[in-house]
């Protein structure tokens, strides 16, 4: 049941509804009622890859304007340092791999509880729009976006390039245009139709930009011309997708509702080598500061008056508990979640984070998924009458809990990030077990290590490490869900 309602002017003839009067019933004094809400995450975009951030060269003067308008983090991480288990962060408030979404390829759990599952059930209408990457997007999939609490959606199973073909509630579309524009068209088409309900509206908007290979269009490649071709194609993707975005956020304007939505922008991991810049040392892949640090902006003119910039720690996992606490809901059987919540943030009265971030890059491989093959597939079969009905491929196991993990041993590489404390873990192939300790405010690309210094620091740290990584294992092996 909805605890707003809202009053709108039928334009004859633009097919849009402006706004014409505010949500009439509040859920608290600051809030007009339940705010439409906006989630756009870039794949591979690196802290320093923002002009706002100060790079020398990239132009955006679409994600510039916004920074300079609204909240800014300036120490805001990504959950995992590679794409598919930071999207399950968003979706559930968890580590990935609590529900074994450890590399890119690697999928949702159908028993988890989605953050489109959790605001339908407080009325919101909810949309997909971009790349999934968290398990299929064939129709029946029990991991596809529809199953994982979407209305509709216009998805890509990976990263997309220009002209793409993309699964609109499990049919192949052939789309044509820049791949961030396409996206955001395909939003703003679910915007304009929901501004007309009385339901607000849920929309995740996730960019295939500036993943690899980089193909930006003539215009942008151009800006960049004193430049090699693949920068000019990564810095083109950048500004084209700035560019994007700059028309989604025009549009809640026009629509005359950008006052109460929520329009929260992030990337998915570090930056990528070579090409990309990150907020500390190394690259995407790693969980040192270069590859989990990500830019990150929250506009919601409602709430927050004006350009704040804060170093308040922050994670992708935060954005399940945030957006559920501000509409008020809590679900029933909630597993554990890693995440918080950032309303006081929001409000402006969190000078620190409350509790310790949890990272951990299991010791496992990748699984490959390729837009182009698999799309092209999927629209071939289907104009032939086909679908795919292949088990494997539509995961139709994907919630079956077989393998159990011990609970005394943690491979791969884990940190505890107590600001400005960072611990790191290593458990390499051969199981020998390493730790470093660094001071993030004395020694941003962590080269320092200080155990020998700060010996009973390392110990509790070292503690609340391996306390946190059990937990993570009992929920792998699935007890949360009994």
């Not at 139709?193 to 929309?203: E, R, V």
């Not at 010791?363 to 494997?392: F, N, W, Y």
Request: aromatic share 10%; proline share 6%; glycine share 10%.
């Amino acid at each position: 049941m909805l605890l707003g309602r809202r009053e709108f002017l039928t334009v004859i003839g633009a097919g849009v509804c402006h706004t014409a009067v505010g949500n009439i019933f509040a859920l608290g004094k600051d809030s007009p009622g339940k705010p439409d809400i906006i989630l756009c995450m870039a794949d591979d975009q690196g802290w320093g890859d923002m002009a706002y951030n100060g790079h020398p060269v990239l132009k955006t003067p679409n994600f510039d304007a916004m920074a300079a308008a609204a909240l800014r983090f300036d120490r805001f991480y990504a959950a995992a340092p590679v794409c598919s288990p930071t999207r399950g962060s968003v979706m559930t408030g968890r580590h990935p791999n609590r529900f074994g979404c450890f590399r890119w390829g690697h999928s949702l759990r159908p028993q988890e509880i989605t953050i489109a599952e959790a605001l339908k059930a407080a009325g919101y209408v909810t949309g997909h729009f971009g790349k999934w990457h968290i398990g299929p997007v064939y129709k029946d999939s029990p991991v596809n976006p529809g199953a994982s609490g979407f209305d509709e959606w216009f998805s890509a199973p990976n990263f997309f390039d220009n002209d793409p073909i993309l699964s609109r509630e499990g049919t192949a579309v052939q789309a044509h245009g820049e791949s961030s524009m396409v996206t955001v068209d395909a939003a703003i088409e679910f915007i304009r139709k929901h501004t007309c309900s009385p339901q607000p509206f849920f929309a995740v908007v996730w960019f295939g930009s500036p993943h690899s290979p980089h193909q930006a269009i003539e215009r942008d490649r151009e800006l960049y011309g004193a430049y090699g071709k693949n920068l000019q194609d990564f810095y083109g993707e950048i500004t084209g997708m700035d560019r994007a975005f700059g028309k989604l956020r025009k549009e809640l304007r026009t629509l005359g509702i950008h006052k109460n939505t929520i329009l929260w922008y992030c990337s998915d991991n570090g930056g990528l080598r070579e090409v990309g810049a990150t907020g500390g040392r190394r690259h995407k892949g790693t969980i040192y500061e270069g590859g989990l640090r990500v830019p990150a902006i929250l506009e919601w003119p409602d709430r927050i008056s004006g350009h704040r910039v804060t170093d308040v720690p922050c994670n992708t996992s935060d954005i399940y508990p945030t957006i559920l606490e501000i509409v008020a809901r809590r679900m029933r059987k909630q597993p554990p979640l890693d995440g918080i919540s950032l309303v006081s943030l929001i409000n402006d009265k969190m000078s620190s984070r409350p509790k310790p971030m949890g990272f951990w890059d299991y010791l496992t491989g990748g699984t490959g998924v390729s837009s182009r093959k698999l799309m092209a597939e999927l629209l071939k079969e289907q104009k032939a009458g086909r679908e795919i009905t292949d088990p494997s491929r539509l995961r139709l196991d994907a919630g079956k809990i077989e393998k159990h993990y011990p609970d005394d041993v943690f491979p791969g590489h884990a940190a505890w990030l107590d600001w400005p404390w960072k611990l790191h873990r290593i458990h390499n192939k051969k199981g020998v077990v390493s730790f470093n300790l660094y001071n993030l405010t004395d020694d941003p690309q962590e080269e320092k290590d200080l155990i020998a210094e700060h010996s009973k620091r390392f110990q509790s740290m070292k503690s609340e490490l391996e306390k946190w990584q059990k937990s993570v294992v009992h929920s792998l092996n699935g007890k949360d869900y009994l």
